[in-house]
């Protein structure tokens, strides 16, 4: 499996933790988005690129990470294809991949702690698609997508 994360300063120092957990927990490659430093850049550079890297198939899923992860998954979210979620607990994490198939994973350095950054990112990272009745309400998602789509 592949990851793309990314972050802008805000979340910069948890992105480097989540690299770090991603290689030596989840036996993962990741591929690092940016940014690279805690100097001030803008979240929606870095939600569109790991929005990109994920739909364009060269990651399987995405982290996003800004201050509190509002910005950075709105950004991510402008990307066709992207679903990316916000998750402040264990439980939204699970159910963002059981219901949602979320492909991206967006955080709030500055809301969730490094151990619960650490619980959501596991359960994210274990939890699979349930399908079923969820696949027909993402296929709407889409249809809504498709609409409103200037391409």
Request: hydrophobic share 35%.
């Amino acid at each position: 499996m592949k990851i793309a994360i990314g972050s802008d300063h805000g979340g910069y120092e948890l992105k480097q933790k989540f690299i770090e957990e991603l290689k030596n927990n989840y036996q993962v490659e990741v591929i690092d988005c940016g940014c690279d430093g805690t100097d001030s850049v803008d979240y929606p550079d870095y939600g569109q690129k790991v929005g990109e890297t994920v739909v364009s198939g060269a990651a399987d899923r995405g982290i996003v990470i800004c201050g509190t992860g509002i910005g950075i998954s709105i950004s991510a979210n402008k990307v066709p294809g992207v679903r990316a979620a916000l998750c402040t607990n264990e439980y939204m994490a699970m159910m963002t991949r059981k219901h949602n198939n979320a492909n991206v994973l967006a955080l709030g350095a500055r809301v969730v702690g490094d151990e619960l950054a650490k619980d959501i990112l596991r359960v994210w990272m274990t939890t699979e698609f349930e399908g079923g009745r969820h696949q027909r309400r993402l296929d709407k998602i889409s249809a809504i997508e498709a609409k409103y789509s200037r391409s």
